[in-house]
């Protein structure tokens, strides 16, 4: 896509927002805090409904054939509202596993499915602090999948998930069908993202890619999500900036808005900043797909959307005062996402070495 | 192949055929009389190329076309690092004024022609000691003379007076109204009777910059540029003339690619220094921002060739850009170590880190300091309250100095 929205892309974004903002309530977020293996269900209604579980899936499978850029706006809507549940990336991660494998049964079997929004599918690549092991210890032999994967996003309800195995001493994509599978729930710092260790014991699974190829298509996925990660925590970071902005134009202190002092002006000017440029780097990565750059153009989306996230939490926080830091304030639902998400699809770390050594590698 | 694209070809045809005799290696060695020569020499030759004012209108001695046009020549002219420097200014802001609200047609059409051609340069006499960011609070004065005026006073942080031929000034002329509304708008001979420029020497050793002294200089009724007491406009227009300027992710020092080089040739605990994660980090933080900038002045060349009004982010370019370089540039000297002490004041601060450290405070000063950019992205973009202002609504004289 061209670095400019078309008018059918900037519709997706106005009415996804339009939708969600109406459908979204705090208090229930808040109250999913203190319960596991519970999502938002209004919110995860709400993507079903308007068709976002099929927007990158081809429309021979069941999908709308859109882009990363269609999705990347979604998920900037959905981060505004602090997504009431973990599916859209996760599931994307999944389908589009499915897609690249080209295994017609697999294909079949699932993807009308993911598409609908009738079953979850996730991606279960992460083991100790690696997001990408070079070797897993979950291995894959004579069809069976076994050993555990720890903190699965969307692990506690996901109907079927991608796993990163070790088969017959290399690298493996394989398709698990989770029926069966142990699931050790986590009470976690931000409950709706369903995170679960899943026990694999015997798992009947099908393989979709091994060896090298499997590797690099699973580099691309983790990419492709972060990219979408990337698109959620700016538009997270987005609200919270006009958030800090709102109050600060109410809010008043030594007679005047505190907004007036430069010590809180210059800090959401700071937020801005920070926005604009995750923005701006979210959309030359969705305009990179499939070409030579796009890993460092992810890595860079990456970096930048979870610093602009992590900031403007901290940030806003700090601008509110001691009602920023109350339960019923709210805003720590904010401080536990930026968080969730920094670590899911690979840390800052990760990225950061990817990209340098990237650099390494071309000057 | 597009208009924009034959027209960046045209571009980079005629620079590269120049390049050798101009360009970065041209330039080396050279003192600043010599460099400035040399560029009032590549002035003229991209002027009879048909590249001298680009988008100014042909019956002033333009080229008659668009801003983008403007800036695709600007940023393939800026990756062959020609003497332009000493009319960056002249071409960016007095003269585009000069050209708006001058009075005599011929003799603005005659001043265009000659600064195009690097045959004269003209300077912007704003800040004063008493007022940089706040500029409505200069105390420079014009007086009525007769039928013209008499100027005296004191400019400073003047880049390049020494060199130029004219400049735009703003000066109170009336002391009892308010700051802002009792300042007009003049053009002056720099050679003029009563103008003395001295040279301010910077940080860096080099000195760019004068302070400028008028002594009862004598200004014609036909030098003034706005109406009188209506200064603060026309300076307000003389800034926002270039809103999208040619930009660079670098803050003007030296590129990332730069910065790894140094890291993979330097050793550190016996290992490449790139391996280390301190080092990683900065080159990984440094290349997400940039490449953001990048893709920001990239969206906004896309909507102004589709017609469309950039969006505002573009004012980060500068505030993000060069204070990010000051801290890259301190960690290649840490890098350096002991082997890094030796300095020249000749280096170019796009190619060594040292000069690019030293330099770096201008950056942030120049041209809006960083603090005034985030007042501008908080009162303009976000709407927040303007700082708290005791000379509001305040005649001038009354204001305790």
Redesign the interface.
Known sequence: M???YDEGQQAIATESRRVLEARTSKDRLLKLLTTTGEVDKPFWDTAVEQGWTGLAIPEEHGGLGLSLAELGLVAQQAGAVIAGAPYLTVGYGASQALVASGVAEAQAAWLPKLAAGEAIGTVAFAEGTAPLPANPKVTFADGKLSGTKPGVTAGITADVAVVLASHQGKPALVLADLAGVTRNAIDSYDNTRLYADLVFDGTPATLLVEGEAASTLALDLLARMAVVTAHEQTGAAEAL?FTA?DY??TRKAFG??I??F?SV??R???L??FV???R??C??AVASEGKDNFL??A???R??AT?AYDTAARDTVQIHGGIGATWEGGLHLHMRRARSLAVEQGNL?F???L??DH??EA? | MTDFEAYRASAREFLESVAGEFGKDARRGLDVEQDLALGRRYMATKYDAGFGGISWPKEYGGQGLTHTHKLIFDTEEAKYGMPVVYFGISLGMPVPILMHYGQDKDFVKERIVKALRGEEIWCQLFSEPSGGSDLAGLRTRAEVDGNGWRLNGQKLWTSWAQYCDYGVIVARTDPTAQKHKGLTYYWVDMKAPGVEVRPVKLAAGDSHVNEVFFDDVRLEDSQRMSPVGGGFAVAMHTLMIERYIATDSAGFGPPLDVFVELAKTTDYNGRPAISDGRIRSQIARNHAMRAGLESITARAMLMMQAGMEAGPEGSLNKLVAVRSRQKLSELAMDLKGQSGFAYSEHNSPREDWTNSWISAPTGRIAGGADEMLLNTIAERILGLPQDHRPDKGVPFNQIPA
């Open positions: 061209s670095i400019l900036l902005r600060a134009l005047q808005p907004g007036a430069q002006k210059h959401i000017a700071e801005y900043g604009e440029i995750a701006a780097n959309i030359h460092l153009a890595a860079d989306a970096i930048s610093d770390m990225w950061e070495d990209l340098v650099l390494g000057a």
